[in-house]
């Protein structure tokens, strides 16, 4: 009997889950409480954090550039003391916080460091015995004297045949419309070509349906290429804001060293992807001091990348740059044959390299000193290539990024403007090979700038602005380094 009523009574649950919440309670209301403290520290943090780097900044600005380097240190000190003043439950251990400042041996660069250590006051943790939790950062930032320094830019701009895609999506509409013979769908792209209407061996016209080149329409006549349809409808073209933005470039730079006092020496060099007639890089304008004038008389060497008709690419034949295909064949597949591989260009690799052999190793810009150096690339970042006889449309490959290393690691500031690949759906090239990997363009392209200075520029931005944008923060000398 006794035994029976010991074991009913130990089997008997009720009231133990009070029994049990009322023994979790305390433990649970300082979880929450030390996760209500670490919540606030942390964001008090982060405006420590945040105050720092304003201090530092503020101490290599342009103004207080002109002043002494006690001068700005009292600047960032009053700065930080300030706004840290602002939080109650932040102490600071004595001589915090602590600002140092430094210049190179050229007396050009001005480093800032703000240091600080202290403790946070807790709320909750100190029933447990945690009074405070210990709190400390760093903010370094550094900037160049207020004599400019002496730079050289180099600019590199796409003109593969990627970049006859209209500028807006009404214009690839536009241009889709207007071409319903050649592409299921039409065809977005302006393609240039000098002789549309003989076609390489094996190739049919690619400008069916296009007006003829008397202005009539018809089957049997002369026709223009998908170029001179978009001139002939006013359909600007991504190549078309390129053009317009380095020469918007080349007068605003200009200008800013007009204004500049000492005047900092400029000088320009401007490269595209492919002469006009051949795959390759080109340098459209040789590096110079005199880069307004020399622009002037060799903006005319920037073109469209242009062939000789569709599947043929141009052979030079004395003064008539394109009076010919090639006629060195490559097979790319059994019923494929692109003449001198046509309307694809040399890797990116190759022209990088070319480009981090060409651009020397930078300097400060200091008077008497090696020029900073700064490469400017405008580009849709795919490059269409046959390889071992075999199509290849990818993005920028290992070599081409390998470049961009070695003349980062030589000082160099690569700024590029990532002008986006449209998706043009039904375009056997687009669907077959670039919808594969276009949303790595960016993040590859990304790779190869230098931190800060990638900019994407969608269809429809205004190419100009956003051009001139990455030219200034590629040439902002105040930045935070940690």
Not at 36 to 59: P, Q, S
Not at 239 to 251: K, W, Y
Not at 333 to 347: C, K, L
Not at 438 to 444: A, C, D, L, Y
Request: one cysteine or more; aromatic letters at 8%; charged letters at 10%.
């Amino acid at each position: 009997m006794f035994k029976a009523l010991i074991a009913r009574w130990s089997r008997n649950r009720r009231g133990s889950v009070a029994i049990m919440f009322a023994l979790a309670l305390p433990v649970m209301i300082f979880g929450i409480g030390f996760a209500v403290d670490y919540g606030l520290y942390a964001r008090e943090k982060a405006r420590l954090n945040m105050m720092a780097d304003e201090a530092v900044l503020a101490a290599v600005s342009s103004t207080a550039m002109t002043q002494t380097t006690a001068q700005a240190q009292t600047l960032a000190q009053n700065m930080f003391t300030a706004q840290a003043s602002q939080l109650p439950r932040v102490t600071f251990a004595a001589g915090q916080p602590h600002v140092s400042i430094s210049m190179d041996a050229s007396d050009v660069i001005r480093t800032v460091s703000v240091t600080y250590t202290g403790t946070y006051s807790t709320i909750f943790s100190s029933v447990l015995g945690i009074p405070t939790l210990p709190v400390s950062g760093q903010s370094v930032a550094e900037s160049a004297s207020p004599n400019a320094p002496n730079t050289n830019f180099y600019v590199l701009l796409d003109n593969q045949g990627s970049m006859a895609l209209p500028a807006s999506q009404a214009g690839i509409a536009q241009m889709q419309t207007l071409t319903p013979l050649q592409l299921s769908g039409g065809c977005a792209f302006a393609c240039h070509e000098a002789a549309p209407n003989n076609p390489a061996p094996g190739f049919a016209s690619d400008v069916q349906g296009n007006p003829c080149q008397s202005g009539t329409h018809g089957s049997n006549c002369p026709q223009i290429d998908n170029y001179q349809l978009a001139r002939n409808n006013n359909i600007p073209l991504r190549f078309d804001e390129v053009t317009s933005a380095i020469s918007a470039l080349i007068s605003t730079a200009s200008s800013l060293q007009g204004e500049m006092s000492p005047q900092p020496t400029y000088q320009f060099s401007v490269y595209s992807v492919d002469s006009p007639y051949t795959q390759g890089l080109y340098n459209v304008m040789p590096l110079t001091a005199q880069y307004v004038t020399n622009w002037s008389n060799d903006s005319s060497n920037l073109q469209l990348y242009t062939v000789y008709s569709d599947g043929g690419a141009c052979a030079t034949s004395g003064s008539n740059k394109c009076g010919t295909y090639a006629d060195t064949a490559s097979q790319v597949s059994p019923t494929m044959i692109f003449q001198n591989v046509g309307f694809f260009s040399s890797p990116m690799g190759t022209e990088m390299s070319t480009l981090a052999s060409a651009i020397p190793a930078a300097g400060t810009g200091a008077s008497g000193s090696t020029p900073k150096e700064v490469l400017l690339v405008v580009t849709d970042g795919v490059e269409d290539t046959v390889v071992s006889n075999q199509l290849s449309i990818t993005t920028w490959d290992s070599s081409a990024l390998s470049a961009c290393t070695t003349m980062k690691n030589n000082g160099v500031k690569i700024a590029i403007l990532y002008t986006t690949y449209y998706p043009t759906a039904g375009f056997w090239l687009y669907d077959d090979y670039v919808a594969n990997f276009q949303s790595n363009i960016g993040p590859t392209l990304q790779g190869c700038a230098s931190p800060g200075l990638f900019m994407t520029a969608a269809v429809g931005d205004n190419l100009t602005t956003d051009f001139i944008t990455l030219f200034q923060l590629a040439m902002q000398s105040s930045r935070l380094t940690q």
